[in-house]
């Protein structure tokens, strides 16, 4: 398979790699906004940049027919956009806020402790998740406190 990466991050470099062993090839490596051009020779756009190049890098994707995955947080307020786009254009698009099996697995527990707790009205129940410390969202945050 020949692999876009819009957003060549820590990643990306992961995805790069992981790709690479299983035999497929990258077409493109981009950080910032892609043109057509860059995207002719992609059988898929695998999409981590930043918030500020999300949404023209998905729609880049799906204006060209390029399926797109796209694990890029903090643009959401364009995804019923971006959903109306892949619908019109027949394309196909995958958002997932996190792709880590540790994150997916404590949606899962959060979701089963919240029904367990139901009953009991008088408990405040609360559980804190901290993971990716290396990410890029997360050192700004550190640097604010």
């Known amino acids: 398979m020949k692999i876009a ?3 060549y ?3 990306g470099k992961t995805i790069e790699k992981l790709a690479l062993q299983k ?3 990258i077409v493109f ?3 910032c906004n892609s043109t ?8 898929v756009a695998i999409e981590f940049s930043t918030p500020e190049a999300a949404v023209n890098n998905i729609k880049l994707c799906l204006e060209n027919n390029i399926p797109v995955i796209s694990g890029t947080t903090g643009w959401l307020n364009n995804y019923n956009d971006m959903v ?3 619908k019109k254009r027949n394309g196909s698009f995958i958002y997932a806020s996190n792709f880590s099996v540790g994150v997916n697995l404590f949606f899962n527990i959060n979701e089963y402790v919240s029904k367990m707790m139901e009953p009991w009205k008088e408990y405040k129940v609360s559980i804190e998740e901290i ?4 990410k890029r969202m997360h050192q700004v945050v550190q640097q604010l406190h």
């Open 5 to 7: 990466l819009l957003g």
């Open 9 to 11: 991050g820590k990643m």
């Open 23 to 25: 035999g497929h090839s």
């Open 29 to 31: 490596k981009s950080n």
């Open 36 to 43: 057509s051009e860059d995207l002719s020779k992609a059988d």
């Open 84 to 86: 109306k786009l892949c």
């Open 131 to 134: 993971h990716h410390t290396q």
